[in-house]
């Protein structure tokens, strides 16, 4: 059973930035991907970036050249750095985990783990 615990969250102007860091605890199984999702009032939820075990990245074209998914092996903690953020980033953001590779899949990936999310808005 993973847990993850999301921080970080805020309400920034538009072009600033934030950082979210997931903690990650109940964490045995050294192959797991985690990725960012966000649920965006009136819309479906989204993958936004992810990372597996090798280090490979995946992001969605939206947030691409803008956010970073990086992960701390050391202190088991994902982060997501989002700069040049828009109005249209404001949501809840989800990070989440599973045994499965993300990479190529994160808009039709249900991972297995979620954590309870965090807020980010953004003011235009």
């Known amino acids: 059973q993973v847990q993850l615990a999301e921080s970080g969250g805020g309400s920034v102007q538009a072009g600033g930035s934030l950082r979210l860091s997931c903690r990650i605890s109940e964490y045995t199984y050294p192959r797991y991907s985690f990725a960012w999702f966000r649920q965006i009032p009136g819309k479906e939820r989204e993958g936004v970036a992810a990372i597996d075990s090798d280090g490979t990245t995946t992001y969605a074209d939206s947030v691409k050249s803008r956010f970073t998914i990086s992960k701390d092996n050391g202190k088991d903690i994902v982060y997501l750095e989002m700069n040049g953020l828009k109005s249209e980033d404001t949501g809840i953001y989800f990070c989440?985990?599973?045994?499965?590779?993300?990479?190529?899949?994160?808009?039709?990936?249900?991972?297995?783990?979620w954590g309870q999310g965090t807020q980010v808005t953004v003011s235009s």
């Open positions: 989440a985990a599973d045994a499965r590779r993300m990479e190529g899949s994160l808009e039709v990936m249900n991972p297995r783990y």
